[in-house]
């Protein structure tokens, strides 16, 4: 019964903004092993997340925003296609969004924030860019026109921890836990919308586990 190992996660910059979910592992190394009493508990979490979509009853709080895209609940997941935006009802203006994507190979797409709520009609907004091409001008996790992303190694169709906090001037964007973007400088301080991109007619992108925290 001797403890072995206490970590606070959220203390630890290194773990603080991994994965929060997935699979346990056993592992011999070659050597035979043998395994019993295994237990697990779920804890409550410390922090109240603010749920944007977990299942079809929450598309209710999205709106098209902008031209004609193809935006359709299945389960818990959104799935964008075609061209246009998707934006929530409620505005934010600092917070930490966490959600997990994935897209077919070479999509195009983005999460717009402090958004007028008229996509890239709108008289201001910012653009997290979701595009996996290594080559782009901006890959995935930049923020669009402005600073371009240290690329994440992500593969087409399987889904990504992204994680976006926004606090006055300040933008920090993360792929599965490792920081790809940081910027300080953001001008347009408003409260606005979340939008949800699809910017390509041959391609699809999808979004799950959407929430978010107010700061």
Not at 47 to 61: G, I, K, P, S
């Amino acid at each position: 019964d001797a403890l072995v190992q206490d970590v606070d996660r959220d203390a630890v910059p290194e773990l603080r903004h991994r994965l929060r979910q997935g699979a346990l592992g056993l592992s011999a190394l070659g050597y035979p092993h043998r395994f019993r009493n295994l237990r697990i508990r779920d804890l409550p979490a410390r922090e109240r997340w603010e749920t944007l979509y977990e299942t079809e009853e929450d598309f209710a709080r999205w709106v098209v925003s902008e031209g004609k895209p193809r935006f359709v609940p299945r389960g818990g997941v959104i799935r964008g296609e075609g061209m246009g935006h998707l934006a929530t009802r409620e505005t934010f203006r600092d917070f930490e969004l966490r959600l997990y994507v994935r897209g077919s190979r070479h999509h195009n797409g983005g999460i717009l924030f402090r958004s007028a709520g008229k996509g890239l009609a709108g008289s201001r907004c910012y653009e997290i860019q979701l595009h996996n091409v290594e080559e782009a001008h901006y890959p995935t996790g930049s923020l669009y026109g402005i600073q371009r992303s240290v690329y994440p190694r992500i593969e087409d169709e399987q889904w990504y921890l992204l994680q976006l906090t926004v606090q006055e001037g300040r933008c920090v964007v993360r792929i599965n836990g490792e920081t790809v973007t940081e910027h300080e400088g953001l001008t347009n301080r408003e409260a606005g919308a979340i939008e949800l991109q699809a910017h390509q007619a041959d391609a699809w992108l999808e979004y799950k586990h959407i929430q978010i925290r107010r700061l």
